[in-house]
């Protein structure tokens, strides 16, 4: 058998490393979004009273950095260690998490354009309640304060939205400075002040409504996204195709045959949830699984074979 060479079963290294490449960036990158937000929270005493948590009525930006990083965290373990270790469990763990993730995506978009007028009423909710919380959380009045600036919008669908916080009402009993006013990031910009005046919404809803478009912006947040979206359907809808046609186009780049038979992932699948990242998990799980299959177990009289992926089978089986 001299000069023959061992043409069994291997495990693909371009995929092994390429997804373990890409997911200890993610596992990195996770672990960073986590612990920013751990000492976010640390800076504002969370930790120290964690039923301090669930008091503040709005929303904690500090979540979001939890959770994704936590999810990102996940996933890069699961495909980082799974891909080095060949472990096919973490391999699948990853692939079903990834189409989870797919799915939910999905049925929020496909809800989000069938119940659009139950949204709205829910996203109008959700920013009042953020109102109220206004001054109770630096971070929530830095989210609202960056919204309200890009967009150049001032409250759900109005700057009278502000009445929902006990600073800027109109009560009589309100014995507020901001009474009867809006965040300074409900205020036009003047394009000849370097400094922010962070007092040009004092008293502003007490003047009339027709003079109130002169100093600040009197569209509502609401209406002002449901515009961006229209103005920029074209584009979004182009991110999606082209990201769907790249990821189905991948998968024929990874696909491989062995013994004249395909190990990997049909590129209908591949299309079908537009995650190349569980394409690339399948395939390898589909190349560990082969090399397993192809394992014959040491006869007695000739000692221990050694695997068919490893450098020593060649001179083994040569």
């Known amino acids: 058998?001299?000069?023959?060479?061992?043409?069994?079963?291997?495990?693909?290294?371009?995929?092994?490393?390429?997804?373990?490449?890409?997911?200890?960036?993610?596992?990195?990158?996770?672990?960073?979004?986590?612990?920013?937000?751990?000492?976010?929270?640390?800076?504002?005493?969370?930790?120290?009273?964690?039923?301090?948590?669930?008091?503040?009525?709005?929303?904690?930006?500090?979540?979001?950095?939890?959770?994704?990083?936590?999810?990102?965290?996940?996933?890069?373990?699961?495909?980082?260690?799974?891909?080095?270790?060949?472990?096919?469990?973490?391999?699948?763990?990853?692939?079903?998490?990834?189409?989870?993730?797919?799915?939910?995506?999905?049925?929020t978009g496909i809800l989000a354009f069938v119940f659009k007028d139950w949204i709205k009423d829910q996203l109008n909710l959700f920013i009042n309640n953020n109102i109220r919380a206004y001054r109770d959380d630096?971070?929530?009045?830095?989210?609202?304060?960056?919204t309200q600036e890009y967009w150049e919008c001032c409250g759900a669908f109005g700057a009278d939205d502000w009445n929902l916080n006990i600073y800027f009402n109109c009560t009589d009993g309100n014995p507020s400075r901001e009474k009867c006013g809006v965040p300074f990031s409900c205020c036009?910009?003047?394009?000849?002040?370097?400094?922010?005046?962070?007092?040009?919404?004092?008293?502003?809803?007490?003047?009339?409504?027709?003079?109130?478009?002169?100093?600040?912006?009197?569209?509502?947040?609401?209406?002002?996204?449901?515009?961006?979206?229209q103005d920029n359907l074209t584009l979004v809808a182009g991110i999606f195709i082209g990201v769907a046609l790249l990821q189905a186009s991948s998968t024929h780049v990874f696909t491989r045959r062995s013994n004249n038979q395909r190990r990997s992932i049909s590129p209908f699948f591949c299309f079908r949830p537009q995650i190349f990242g569980i394409c690339l998990a399948q395939n390898l799980v589909s190349d560990i699984e082969a090399v397993r299959a192809s394992w014959v177990p040491p006869s007695p009289s000739t000692g221990p074979i050694p695997p068919p992926s490893s450098k020593k089978a060649s001179a083994y089986y040569s």
């Open 188 to 229: 036009t910009k003047d394009p000849a002040e370097d400094v922010i005046n962070t007092q040009c919404g004092y008293d502003i809803r007490a003047k009339p409504d027709s003079e109130q478009k002169d100093y600040i912006n009197v569209k509502g947040c609401v209406p002002q996204f449901e515009k961006w979206l």
């Open 1 to 107: 058998m001299s000069g023959n060479q061992y043409k069994g079963n291997e495990v693909s290294c371009c995929i092994k490393y390429f997804i373990f490449g890409f997911n200890i960036l993610f596992w990195l990158l996770g672990m960073a979004l986590v612990g920013i937000g751990l000492w976010a929270w640390s800076e504002k005493g969370v930790l120290s009273n964690i039923s301090s948590i669930t008091d503040l009525g709005g929303l904690d930006p500090v979540w979001l950095f939890m959770v994704v990083g936590g999810v990102m965290f996940i996933l890069g373990f699961a495909g980082c260690i799974g891909a080095l270790r060949e472990n096919t469990f973490l391999l699948k763990f990853f692939s079903v998490f990834l189409g989870i993730i797919f799915f939910l995506e999905l049925t």
């Open 138 to 146: 630096i971070d929530l009045q830095n989210l609202i304060d960056f």
